[in-house]
């Protein structure tokens, strides 16, 4: 088999299909390769939250966990680095969160499929012991506020039990604000589906090795034999971007880590109200089951031979956690037990995407490392990443966050 197409992108998943859809629209076609399927990985495993962009940097920018899973310091020094941080690449959270109401609406009519798509408050919950030494709600909306978190608000502890009235005590209240929420593999499937329609393909198979002439990349070479051509080849292979980064000669830095969840279903619906607290999150979701999951610096755990199994052992501290915040969950019935592999920077700050051309191939692109947050950044990072090829310039509104991301910068 040779097939041709103006595009080829490695990897199936949320970023990789919302690259093929965007440059779809612009008149460009695509063939994606996966050695799986479609959202086969983490992008259908995913939690699928667009959160409020203003609490995104703020959480990774405050929070003070300890862990030595991902440095010998607090989880906000391993995320951040003098003169880096999240702010750098905020705005591919920002303009996702912003673009999705509609985008959901596109997906549909393009793709066929609804994407379970709705706008939900996220809660931080706040001990007493917690206000107290804060100060008060003014206090711990302080740094919502102060990176521009004009939606937060604080919710106390009498309107939250309404909702949920088996809400453990020692809760007094929250910081409260916007986040968007998607059924992951229907949200990667119909991306899929919208690309098809626009002159994407998709090809079963294992990439191997690259064609090239001078520094030019002609096309790939399948472990079938088969050889597929294109003017231009992405990378969006998540935690196996240093290996196929490698096969070109400019091998990208990337940690593969394991990150985990629980699917479960309530014998009665919960309130479509996420609520957090430590490292424990309780995510309902539209269809009425919910994700139970903890979300720490010690939560990634380093899994550099891609060993995917599940952890007995987490699944219980998320069992007990979770049920520690609001005992109604005891009454869970647990449908999933699931995970996958992530792709992370190799040094601080870890979640910080890699994106651009490969400044050795004219035709080379690349776009991983979004750790756990491919799903909720593909919007944008598809819709830059398909401006940046078709035109073969950085666009002008994410110059300088282009410049921050590119393979081989002087801080990637």
């Not at 629980?262 to 089951?289: D, Q, S, V, Y």
Request: with cysteine; charged share 20%.
């Amino acid at each position: 088999m040779s097939t041709r197409k103006d595009v080829i992108i490695v990897g199936a998943g949320a970023i990789g299909c919302s690259i093929a859809y965007h440059l779809g629209r612009r008149g460009i076609s695509t063939c994606i390769v996966d050695r799986e399927s479609i959202a086969v990985r983490a992008s259908g495993k995913a939690w699928a939250v667009f959160t409020y962009a203003p609490a995104i940097f703020a959480y990774e920018t405050c929070v003070t966990t300890p862990s030595e899973a991902l440095g010998s310091g607090p989880l906000d020094t391993a995320l951040t680095v003098p003169g880096e941080s999240v702010g750098h690449w905020l705005q591919l959270h920002s303009a996702s969160y912003d673009r999705m109401p509609e985008f959901a609406i596109e997906l549909q009519e393009r793709g066929g499929i609804d994407i379970e798509y709705c706008e939900t408050p996220s809660t931080n919950l706040v001990t007493q012991r917690e206000f107290e030494e804060a100060g008060g709600p003014q206090e711990l909306l302080r740094p919502f506020q102060s990176v521009g978190g004009v939606e937060c608000d604080w919710i106390d502890s009498d309107a939250l039990r309404e909702q949920f009235p088996s809400l453990n005590a020692e809760y007094v209240g929250g910081v409260t604000y916007p986040a968007g929420q998607v059924e992951p593999y229907k949200f990667t499937l119909a991306l899929a589906q919208a690309a098809e329609k626009l002159d994407a393909e998709f090809v079963r198979g294992e990439v191997v090795a690259f064609a090239t002439e001078g520094d030019k990349i002609t096309g790939v070479q399948l472990a079938s034999g088969n050889e597929l051509h294109a003017d231009a080849v992405v990378l969006a292979m998540g935690p196996w971007v240093g290996e196929g980064s490698a096969l070109l000669g400019c091998e990208v830095g990337c940690r593969p880590v394991f990150t985990e969840c629980l699917r479960a279903k309530m014998p009665t619906e919960l309130p479509l109200h996420t609520l957090g607290a430590g490292t424990f999150w309780i995510l309902p979701k539209k269809n009425g089951e919910v994700i139970l999951a903890t979300y720490g610096a010690a939560d990634f755990i380093d899994r550099p031979n891609f060993d995917a199994s599940l952890s007995e052992e987490v699944k219980l501290e998320v069992v007990q956690g979770v049920a520690h915040i609001l005992p109604a969950l005891e009454d869970a019935t647990i449908i999933e037990h699931r995970g996958d592999l992530l792709a992370m920077a190799p040094t601080p700050p870890y979640q910080k995407p890699v994106m651009g051309r490969f400044p050795q191939w004219q035709n080379g692109y690349i776009a991983s490392r979004f750790g756990g947050d491919g799903v909720c950044m593909s919007p944008a990072a598809g819709e830059l990443m398909a401006e940046l090829i078709d035109t073969g310039k950085a666009p002008l509104r994410a110059r300088r966050m282009f410049d921050r991301l590119a393979p081989g910068s002087s801080s990637e």
